[in-house]
């Protein structure tokens, strides 16, 4: 018998049957031979929530989340958090190979070609109500872009794709800073192609009189590093949705405007912005312990705690809190560091959280160093959207080039009711 085999004996039928099993995984499509009689469908698997199935073959980013290990295309996040960029990050996602110098240059320039948006987008971003939430807007406004260029459709034309692939890195920062400025009520600003692209994004968030905006670069840099932390992370919510919807062969606009939706939950992209409201609920270290109780007593839950995959720690907090000092020499220290310092102290040493294995995850500290960068909570989760976009689309695009990717199609085990009969509403 081949080692490389798993055997299964149904005991329903006493039937043994060899299944072989490819990069630790077997195929679930193997199971289906396995029946108890000729019209049976054949055996499944039931996992709620993806806890131990893979959906996809993927070479863009890896996970080990006993070790804290993450990499993008096999460079780990530190080194790239240290030294690339997030456009350098970018093209390495979407290529899987770092640039030369002149693919730098030349990948730097698509995109920057690309950042302004239709004037008719910014109309149509002008009728959200005043306070409309800005993640609801970028949804939105991204799912829009697919009416302005029909031609992405072409799926199967590699121009086309990374052409695409420009347009939604180079517009995503600028759709989010004239949502920020659509609910504070000012004029909206138009990109500026000599800043970076994290300067620039800074720009159309804060430049109000002064003829040229000067980033700081302590605070740009920052960004930059925050984009790039963000920007892949394996087959997560969004990124599934972005793969779930982009197998049905619809355009990139609209399978991204599925994946920024599933981030805006609190669960997910939405938990910085959680993690920043349940400080302020704090109030203050006093209060600390008594929230502490509440989550053991499981009325709320530790928000930018717990990870599904990081059981030990998630690298990127560890980045961030070096980020978060720097940020703070330059801005001064947000109060609510120190509530976050004493909650994460607190909860490391409590047999809840450490049987739990819940340790402090990427959200935990990005909301405060957003909020002492001047970032509004409401557009924390957008913020972590323009990071996620080269992911999504470096994902979008191998799963489309895959010669096995399929419609996403779960199956269901049924629990309704069996066939009955149709009553009329007045006999009911
Ligand atoms: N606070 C308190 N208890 C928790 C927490 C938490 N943050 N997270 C998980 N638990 C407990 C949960 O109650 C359960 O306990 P028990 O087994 O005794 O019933 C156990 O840990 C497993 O929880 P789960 O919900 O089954 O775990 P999951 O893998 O499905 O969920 C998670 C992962 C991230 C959704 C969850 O940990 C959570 O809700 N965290 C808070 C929200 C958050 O910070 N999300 C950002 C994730 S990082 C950014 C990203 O990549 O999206």
């Known amino acids: ?134 993640m609801g807007i970028f949804v939105s406004t991204v799912a829009a872009l697919s009416t302005f260029y029909p031609d992405a459709r072409n799926l199967d034309d590699e121009n086309c794709r990374i052409h695409q692939i420009h347009r939604l ?67 997560n919510c969004s990124t599934s949705a972005m793969r779930g919807v982009g197998s049905s062969n619809v355009d990139p606009y609209s399978a991204m405007a599925a994946a920024a939706a599933a981030l805006y939950g609190p669960l997910h992209g939405g938990a910085n912005e959680a993690v920043l409201r349940m400080l302020r609920e704090i109030g203050s270290v006093k209060n600390v312990p008594a929230y502490i109780k509440r989550v053991k007593d499981r009325e709320v839950r530790l928000m930018g705690f717990g990870h599904r995959v990081y059981k030990n720690f998630d690298p990127r907090a560890t980045i961030i809190k070096k980020v978060a000092d720097e940020v703070f020499e330059t801005t001064g220290k947000n109060p609510l560091i120190d509530i976050a310092v004493e909650l994460e102290r607190i909860a490391l040493a409590d047999d809840y959280f450490v049987s739990h294995k819940l340790y402090p995850n990427v959200d935990f500290y990005s909301g405060i160093i957003y909020e002492a960068m001047g970032f509004p909570v409401e557009i924390f989760p957008v913020l972590f959207a323009i990071g996620r976009t080269p992911g999504w689309l470096a994902q979008w695009q191998e799963g489309h080039l895959d010669q096995e990717q399929r419609i996403a199609r779960p199956r269901q085990l049924y629990q309704g009711s069996d066939e009955r009969d149709y009553v009329p509403v007045k006999k009911r």
């Open 1 to 134: 018998m081949a080692n490389n085999t798993l055997s299964i004996t149904d005991n329903r039928t006493g039937k043994t049957y060899e299944i072989p099993i490819e990069q630790g995984a077997i195929r679930a499509l193997d199971l289906r031979q396995i029946k108890e009689s000729d019209d049976d469908f054949g055996l499944m698997t039931y996992d709620p929530g993806f806890g131990n199935t893979a959906s996809v073959k993927s070479a863009v980013s890896v996970i080990d989340g006993e070790k804290g290990i993450l990499r993008y295309r096999g460079y780990p996040i530190e080194q790239l958090a240290e030294q690339s960029t997030f456009l350098e990050t970018s093209y390495l996602l979407i290529h899987g190979e770092l640039p030369s110098e002149g693919q730098l240059n030349q990948w730097t320039n698509d995109i920057t070609n690309h950042t302004f948006l239709h004037e008719n987008v910014k109309k149509l971003m002008e009728g959200f109500r005043y306070d409309a939430h800005p």
């Open 169 to 235: 890195i180079a517009k995503t920062p600028t759709i989010a800073g004239f949502a920020y400025r659509h609910r504070v009520g000012l004029p909206y600003n138009y990109p500026d192609n000599d800043l970076s692209y994290a300067g620039n994004f800074l720009q159309m968030m804060y430049k109000t009189s002064q003829p040229k905006y000067r980033p700081n670069p302590v605070l740009e840099r920052a960004l930059d590093v925050l984009f790039i932390l963000h920007a892949d992370h394996g087959q």
